[in-house]
């Protein structure tokens, strides 16, 4: 067993994500398992999760290497936008992640998360982000966040802990969400195969230094 980089894509499945938005990330999604799935040393060195939220959230795909799995399951548009059920489930699924990665034989790296979002949360999410992003969380995740739509760059940079993207308007909705997808699989790859050659034996996340269509913020405290 080795070192393992787990990824999280935590995405917006609200109401306003329905039509082309969520279509978009569907189409884009069997091309991030293609991907990873037919790169041997990237599967090896990675771990893939998707959980979708809008008035509740749930792990649509439990943390897995991709080569492993037929299909990455498809999003679906509906409900409002809770913050805080995204953020206490991904806190609980990283807890229960990498405590099994350890039993398992693996070293562990800190978890890295890809939040996108469309619009305002309908709640008062800040309780849920303290806690996973807190200090004293040993397993607390490097999040990138990512808005579009209306969601309101205030709110994207502080949702982030290393990186935020604000839609620059440049690109139609499916446009911006196909390059956000590319981001996140270029991520996954470069970080897989970094590590793969990485002089300590350690792991390395590659994070997007710009994407297309999206305006890189500072990212905030909230």
Same mark, same amino acid.
């Given at each position: ?13 609200s109401?306003s ?7 978009a ?13 037919s790169?041997?040393v990237?599967?090896?060195?990675t ?9 509740h959230?749930?792990?649509l795909?439990? +943390?897995?290497d991709?080569?492993t $799995?037929?299909?990455v399951p498809? !999003?679906n &548009?509906? #409900?409002?936008?809770d %913050?805080?059920? =995204?953020?206490? +489930?991904l806190?609980?699924?990283? $807890?229960?992640?990498i405590d099994q !990665?350890? &039993?398992? #034989?693996?070293?562990v %790296?800190?978890? =890295? ?21 807190a200090?004293e969380? =040993? ?11 209306t969601?309101?760059?205030t709110t ?7 990186k =935020? ?11 911006a969400?196909?390059?956000?997808a590319?981001s996140?699989?270029?991520s ?5 195969n970094?590590?793969?050659v990485?002089a300590?034996g350690?792991a390395t ?8 269509g ?8 909230v």
């Amino acid at each position: 067993m080795g070192q393992v980089l787990p990824f999280y894509l935590v995405c917006d499945e609200s109401s306003s994500m329905s039509g082309e938005p969520v279509q978009a990330i569907n189409n884009s999604l069997p091309k991030l398992h293609a991907e990873i799935a037919s790169n041997p040393v990237v599967a090896d060195k990675t771990r893939f999760a998707l959980i979708g939220f809008n008035h509740h959230a749930q792990v649509l795909l439990a +943390l897995t290497d991709l080569s492993t $799995v037929p299909s990455v399951p498809a !999003l679906n &548009a509906s #409900g409002g936008t809770d %913050y805080s059920s =995204a953020f206490d +489930l991904l806190y609980d699924t990283i $807890v229960k992640d990498i405590d099994q !990665l350890k &039993a398992d #034989g693996h070293q562990v %790296y800190r978890p =890295a998360v890809f939040f996108l979002s469309d619009g305002q949360p309908n709640d008062d999410w800040t309780a849920a982000y303290r806690r996973v992003t807190a200090p004293e969380f =040993a397993q607390r995740p490097n999040i990138l966040a990512f808005g579009f739509g209306t969601a309101d760059a205030t709110t994207i940079q502080q949702v982030a802990t290393v990186k =935020a993207f604000m839609s620059d308007g440049t690109l139609g909705p499916a446009e911006a969400l196909r390059e956000f997808a590319q981001s996140l699989i270029r991520s996954i790859v470069n970080s897989g195969n970094q590590s793969a050659v990485s002089a300590n034996g350690g792991a390395t996340l590659v994070m997007p230094d710009n994407v297309p269509g999206f305006t890189t913020l500072n990212a905030d405290v909230v």
